[in-house]
């Protein structure tokens, strides 16, 4: 079992920056990926970044594209999520979530995903 422990999240003005960590404890993997993902009131959960347990492969949703940066400490079990230029839509429950899938396809993939974190808030002001 791995427990995943989301933080960072808040309020910020558009245009701001907020950094989201994750951690993992447990029983993790050293395979696969990490992945964020986001969901709105009235929306979809939906793909956000991930990057691959060794760090070298990252993915990103064509949205966030150039304003998040998605890093990790394999010596701490944690994930990062830079988010810069912060948009009034970026405003979300942004989810941390593991997989023992790789892969551009996959990562996106809500359902390949075997463990979530609770979730932490971000909004973004206009």
């Known amino acids: 079992q791995v427990q995943l422990v989301e933080s960072g999240g808040g309020l910020v003005q558009a245009g701001g920056s907020l950094r989201l960590s994750c951690a993992a404890s447990?029983?993790?993997?050293?395979?696969?990926?990490m992945g964020w993902f986001r969901q709105a009131p009235g929306k979809e959960r939906s793909f956000v970044a991930a990057?691959?347990?060794?760090?070298?492969?990252?993915y990103y949703a064509d949205s966030v594209k150039g304003r998040f940066t998605i890093s990790r400490d394999n010596a701490k079990n944690t994930v990062h999520l830079q988010m810069n230029s912060l948009k009034p839509e970026d405003s979300a429950l942004y989810y941390c979530?593991?997989?023992?899938?790789?892969?551009?396809?996959?990562?996106?993939?809500?359902?390949?995903?075997?463990?979530w974190g609770q979730g932490t808030q971000v909004t973004v002001s206009s």
């Open positions: 447990g029983r993790t993997f050293r395979s696969g990926a």
């Open positions: 979530a593991a997989t023992r899938s790789v892969g551009w396809a996959a990562v996106r993939d809500i359902a390949l995903y075997d463990y």
């Open positions: 990057i691959t347990w060794s760090g070298t492969i990252t």
